[in-house]
């Protein structure tokens, strides 16, 4: 049997699944929006290999001077250049409109997202948490209400919350900043209900959202994982899928389109 065999095998395989399932949620990492151009933070061509990972200390030092990080976002280099770059020159690859497309057939009933580049609600998606945050919204730290970008009119550095005065940031949650709470809660509870999790290019070693699976696996749900390479959760999944997710996934939804037409 060729490799190409045993992925097509796999992926009839996980369509089975996933139509079998009563509550399916993918949870997706960065790895995802590679084929979209944007670089990973880990492995051969991550961010983090090329410049090192940042420090835990990027939220502490915003609350410590916000008027200074403000001042200081628009000089970015290095790392956060390249990400920045790459996020706003970014369109949703295959993966993304087959994700959608699975919420659409009502095979797929949420997605828990780590990446803040927008690209799943372009591609069509509804059900969406964004754990890490969006590139598109800013938010409050004090009351949590968030905006768009485009929607809100900084007059001042740091910028001011217009319905409690706390201090504005954008979305995308920090080193070191706690998980919004919001956003938390509805991941804990989407993992609560889920009974099959795609794993789609996560690495799987940042917390909280890599023990999503783990709790998942724990009360007996399946776990399906997309990802060109071996990852931190491979050994608790059920079915494995070494090819990229902007072609596996696109095929998972033709299989699972041709059993529900049956």
């Known amino acids: 049997m060729t490799g190409e065999d045993v992925v097509e095998e796999a992926i009839e395989t996980a369509a089975r699944l996933v139509v ?13 929006s590679v084929e979209s151009g944007i670089p990973p933070f880990r492995g051969p ?19 410590r001077d916000p008027k ?7 000089d970015s280099s290095g790392p956060m250049r390249e990400l920045i770059d790459a996020l ?20 797929l009933q949420h997605i828990i997202t780590q990446n803040i580049d927008n690209l799943h609600q372009q591609a069509g998606s509804i059900a969406i ?20 970008v485009d929607d809100f009119a900084i007059e001042e550095l740091p910028p001011r919350c217009p319905e409690c005065g706390g201090i504005v940031k954008t979305d995308t949650v920090m080193f070191g900043e706690p998980i919004p709470r919001d956003a938390l809660e509805e991941c804990i509870r989407q993992s609560g209900m ?22 998942v696996k724990m009360k007996g749900g399946r776990l399906i994982e ?28 033709q299989c699972v389109r041709q059993l529900t037409a049956a």
């Open 88 to 107: 706003a020159q970014a369109k949703p690859n295959p993966g993304h409109y087959a994700l959608a497309e699975l919420e659409q057939m009502g095979q």
């Open 129 to 148: 948490t964004e754990i890490h945050g969006s590139r598109v919204k800013l938010r409050c730290i004090g009351c949590n209400t968030r905006w768009p």
């Open 194 to 215: 889920c009974d099959c999790m795609l794993l789609v290019g996560t690495s799987g070693v940042v917390y909280p959202a890599a023990g999503f699976p783990q709790d």
């Open 226 to 253: 997309f990802n060109l390479n071996e990852t931190a959760l491979t050994p608790l999944c059920d079915i494995v899928l070494r090819a990229p997710t902007g072609t596996s996934l696109p095929t998972l939804v």
């Open 68 to 74: 200074k990080w403000w001042e200081e976002m628009s």
């Open 45 to 63: 061509d991550g961010l983090w290999t090329k410049y090192g990972e940042p420090d835990m200390l990027g939220y502490e030092r915003f609350t």
């Open 20 to 32: 079998d399932s009563k509550h399916v949620v993918a949870l997706v990492g960065a790895g995802h």
